[in-house]
């Protein structure tokens, strides 16, 4: 088999050019690509040669930065969230082996106590840019990018990418053109805003990054004034564009759905809000990376695209669930656990069926809710709410909501004991603690008496997800 | 009971279950700027579901999604009609 060099994140960058006009934006302000090019170069980098580098940035440009740097000379690149909770840190950084911190001292994580070596990741300031841009050092090595599992309960899981696996998916959709200006209101660190990053970066664009604790209005303001033309999100993400006052500020000619479900009900208010604009909605997680691209305005996604081996990524439904299998998965969790199965498939979790020629999603297999892209186990509810006197047992569930997506409610079995009359006190009690004990996302919606909960054979509450 | 008023009387108790500060509320308040936030107006309009029985978002898919209060109200006011 013959042997590609490789070509790293900083020359695919540099190769797509460096006109002046071309940018990269965040809430703090706006630098051209080439100055973050010559900011990636240096003598100082070699003392990170294969070595794991975790890199916490508040900024997000300060980020791309630290990926330009590291990619193709450190041996792995530990992507840390900007919403990384500090107590996650030793953890993460022993999974990780990390041998040092880049950081613009921003972030949560940007100073742990575990004595680790931090270097300081700044945005290159415009003057520092010189033509042409000096030799660069050696970017041969396979970099592993460590992304990070959307929050979950516990620690997220990191799992390992590679430069290959994360561009595998640019052929699919709009080709990206030069005058592309990207945005999204992922955060890029998330492999949502992952996919749209190494859009404007490989394909020679510009990119309006979002930034946390930003709010819509303002980074709607900034993607319009920035020209934003291809834009990314969840359906929750757009829905609150669109209630926003400020959604008129852009005009994408490419708006595009990932992360969550996309319902009828969204594509149909998008399709409406930009009349100009291709609508297309994702397949794609973290650990299975992009499966396919929907560009038809229709909810689900056509049967025709199960099975067909050889195609860029290869689809089947096992016991309901979609299993992919494609050179953009991941390559494994770091921590070990099964990413894929023996033939090479990733078990999404996610639960399709079949309705009139299309497959539709239809909810997550453990019954993880997801509200506006947060998710929910419902045990950790239940266990909140049988705690509570007079409340036999308790099942969780999502409802639909036309708004964040998923709600959560909840069905409640009372103690034979406990009256009728009580059933308000009881209810309240309930909400009470769920509100002490767990964030606003997580508390019933509603709760309803019943008075029989389905038991599965395995003796486990019965959880439905269609 | 209007379905103005029962949307009023739940604006407020949301806001007061969710530790949010209500904007002086007026019909052309753009919803996000009223206190509330996209979960807040998610478990409105469930318990709007639940106490009067309409689901203006579920019909066919097409409604568009309210910016303003105005907006929110009349939604649910056309789909008695």
């Not at chain 1, 041996?75 to 999974?95: G, Q, S, T, Y």
Request: a neutral charge; hydrophobic letters at 45%.
């Amino acid at each position: 088999m013959q042997r590609t060099e490789r070509r790293s994140l900083w020359h695919l960058t540099v190769a797509a050019g460096l006109a002046p006009g071309r940018f990269m934006e965040d809430a703090q302000g706006r630098v051209g690509v080439a100055a973050l090019a010559a900011g990636a170069i240096g003598p100082s980098l070699e003392k990170l040669r294969g070595q794991s580098v975790l890199v916490a940035c508040g900024r997000p440009l300060a980020f791309v930065q630290a990926l330009l740097r590291l990619d193709g000379v450190a041996a792995r690149i530990v992507i840390c969230p900007p919403d990384l909770a500090p107590a996650f840190l030793p953890a993460v950084i022993a999974e990780a082996r990390a041998d040092a911190i880049m950081t613009d001292g921003a972030a949560p994580a940007a100073h742990p106590a575990a004595g680790l070596p931090v270097l300081a990741c700044h945005v290159a300031p415009e003057l520092a840019v010189k033509h042409p841009l000096p030799a660069d050092q050696d970017r041969g090595a396979e970099t592993e990018w460590i992304l990070f599992t959307s929050g979950t309960s516990g620690r997220p899981k990191l799992v390992v990418h590679t430069l290959s696996s994360l561009t595998g998916p640019l052929d699919d959709g709009p080709a990206a053109s030069k005058d592309a200006v990207w945005s999204t209101f992922y955060d890029v660190r998330r492999y949502g805003g992952m996919q749209i990053l190494l859009r404007a970066l490989v394909g020679g664009g510009s990119m309006v990054l979002s930034q946390a604790g930003e709010a819509a209005a303002a980074f709607l303001g900034r993607a319009g004034a920035g020209g934003v033309t291809h834009m990314s999100g969840t359906p929750s993400h757009w829905r609150r564009a669109l209630m926003s006052a400020a959604a008129d500020q852009i005009s994408p000619r490419y708006v595009r759905l990932s992360g969550e479900i996309a319902d009828q009900a969204i594509l149909n208010n998008l399709a409406a809000a930009f009349p100009a604009a291709a609508i297309a909605h994702a397949f794609a997680s973290t650990e299975a990376g992009v499966a396919f691209e929907i560009g038809d305005g229709l909810a689900g996604f056509p049967a025709a695209l199960i099975g067909r081996p050889g195609s860029k990524a290869e689809l089947r439904v096992k016991n309901g669930s979609l299993h992919i299998r494609s050179a953009r998965t991941a390559s494994r969790y770091l921590g070990g656990g099964d990413l894929k199965d023996a033939e090479g498939f990733v078990d999404t979790g996610d639960m399709v069926a079949l309705r009139g020629g299309r497959y539709h999603f239809a909810g997550r297999r453990e019954g993880v809710i997801n509200v506006g892209g947060q998710k929910v186990h419902p045990e950790e509810v239940e266990a909140v709410i049988n705690q509570q006197p007079g409340v036999r047992m308790a099942q969780v569930r999502a409802q639909p909501s036309p708004i964040t997506g998923s709600l959560v409610v909840a069905d409640i079995v009372l103690e034979p004991s406990a009256g009728p009359e009580s059933l308000a006190d009881i209810k309240a009690a309930i909400l009470a603690a769920c509100r002490a004990a767990l964030p606003a996302h997580k508390v019933p919606a509603l709760l309803r008496a019943v008075t029989s909960l389905d038991i599965a054979e395995s003796g486990k509450l019965a959880r439905r997800y269609a | 009971m209007t379905i103005r008023s029962t949307i009023m009387e739940l604006v407020v108790e949301i806001a007061q279950q969710h530790g949010k500060k209500l904007a002086p509320l007026s019909d052309n308040l753009p919803l996000l700027d009223s206190g509330l936030d996209s979960l807040c107006i998610a478990v409105l309009v469930a318990w709007l579901d639940e106490r009067l029985g309409l689901d203006p978002f579920a019909a066919d898919g097409d409604a568009s999604l309210p910016v303003t209060l105005g907006d929110f109200i009349r939604l649910y006011e056309n789909a008695t009609d």
